[in-house]
Each structure stands twice: as C-alpha cells, then as structure tokens.
T-cell receptor, first 117, second 114 residues
Framework: AQTVTQSQPEMSVQEAETVTLSCTYD???????LFWYKQPPSRQMILVIRQEAYKQQNATENRFSVNFQKAAKSFSLKISDSQLGDAAMYFCAYVDLKETSGSRLTFGEGTQLTVNP | DSGVTQTPKHLITATGQRVTLRCSPRSGDLSVYWYQQSLDQGLQFLIQ???????AKGNILERFSAQQFPDLHSELNLSSLELGDSALYFCASSVGPEGADTQYFGPGTRLTVL
C-alpha cells in the first residue's frame, strides 16, 4: 500500500521569507501524481500545486514550487515570499494511475505552518 | 469557492442515530469522492462513485453507505453512530474517474456525535 509521510508536524516562517515543507512517499508504482493541498482555519481543502511523476520539470504556481525527486521518493513544497494568508495546514497527497486503484488520494499527516509578522 | 457544495455544514446528533450527508459536484464533474478527517485517523478515503457506479472503496465501515444519483449528486449515510464517528466529512469531485483528474473539495460537513 502506498504511504505518504510528512515528518514536520509544525513549521514557522517570518513574513516575506521562504519556507520548505517536506514530504516522502512510498510506492511501487511508476505512474502517479502528487499534490499539495492547503487547509486554512476555514477547513476548506484547497489545491496548491500538482506534479505528474512522468514530468522531470518541477511544477510551479506563482510563489509555490516543488522539488520532486522521483528516485528518492521525495516531494517538498517551497513557499517564497511568505504571506500571512499562507498560514494553514498543508497536506501532501498521492494518487496512482493504475486502473484498479480507483482515484483515491492518500494523504500525509499534515504540516501546520505559522507565518509570523 | 470550489463549486462543490455540501449540506449541512454542521450536524449534531446522538449515538445510535442515523444521518445523511449530501454533496453536489461541480458542474460537469461525473466523479464524486467521500473522505473522512478525524483527529486520530487523519484524512482517509471512504468511497468513490463515477457516473452513478461505485468505482473504489476505501476504509468505509459497514455502518456507512453511499450512492450517486442520476443527477450526479451523492449522499453518504451513516448509521448506528458512535462517538468515534465524529469527524469532518469531505466530498470532492472530478471531471472523470482517473487519478489524473484533479479532485476539488467541498467545504465539508462537521459531524458531532454526543
């Protein structure tokens, strides 16, 4: 079974600084996608960024970028120029593309990010 | 706003009772997913439907059941409720059934079992 591990339960960053959240995963599959979701205090789950495993180029979305290391099964999220609105719980998630698996997302435990003014 | 709607937002009930949670997917999405978020179990996949048919099942208890209707809305039925069923229940939807189709989450229903 696939597993996703986020080893940092809590992180903090100063406003305007850069922070990196870590995620590792375990799978025997070769075709999969990885995601970072953000859950602010409202509890809404918001997609931040996604990475296709077949792509070597790291995904970027404005101030958010990932460092995808397929061989190491590592998928970290970098937030640049941190803003107060970035404060949230961040979840790393995995889905494999194997037909028999359906499309279930497997989530990590989450990292609570605090942004200090 | 993801376009996925869930009702009710909050639900408080007693042990042994039965409740129904409702989800309407984004316009054009055919696939619906249910997830449970609890303090001790984290975020867990429960079940997926695609165009009215069950596609994948996760850690869903036998006391729980779900269905997707012809208009594509979905309902999650929870029966013989226990204290441990207290959680935030999310519905998500995607355009198709595949893992490549991004899932968009609704605002969740917070269930409290007293």
């Amino acid at each position: 079974a696939q597993t996703v591990t986020q080893s940092q339960p809590e992180m903090s960053v100063q406003e305007a600084e850069t922070v990196t959240l870590s995620c590792t995963y375990d799978t025997s599959e070769s075709d999969y996608y990885l995601f970072w979701y953000k859950q602010p205090p409202s509890r809404q789950m918001i997609l931040v960024i996604r990475q296709e495993a077949y792509k070597q180029q790291n995904a970027t979305e404005n101030r958010f970028s990932v460092n995808f290391q397929k061989a190491a099964k590592s998928f970290s999220l970098k937030i640049s120029d941190s803003q107060l609105g970035d404060a949230a719980m961040y979840f790393c998630a995995y889905v494999d593309l194997k037909e028999t698996s359906g499309s279930r997302l497997t989530f990590g435990e989450g990292t609570q990010l605090t942004v200090n003014p | 706003d993801s376009g996925v709607t869930q009702t009710p937002k909050h639900l408080i009930t007693a042990t042994g009772q039965r409740v129904t949670l409702r989800c309407s997917p984004r316009s054009g999405d055919l696939s619906v997913y249910w997830y449970q978020q609890s303090l001790d179990q984290g975020l867990q996949f429960l079940i997926q439907y695609y165009n009215g048919e069950e596609r994948a099942k996760g850690n869903i208890l036998e006391r729980f059941s779900a269905q997707q209707f012809p208009d594509l809305h979905s309902e999650l039925n929870l029966s013989s409720l226990e204290l441990g069923d207290s959680a935030l229940y999310f519905c998500a939807s995607s355009v198709g059934p595949e893992g490549a189709d991004t899932q968009y989450f609704g605002p969740g229903t917070r269930l409290t079992v007293l």
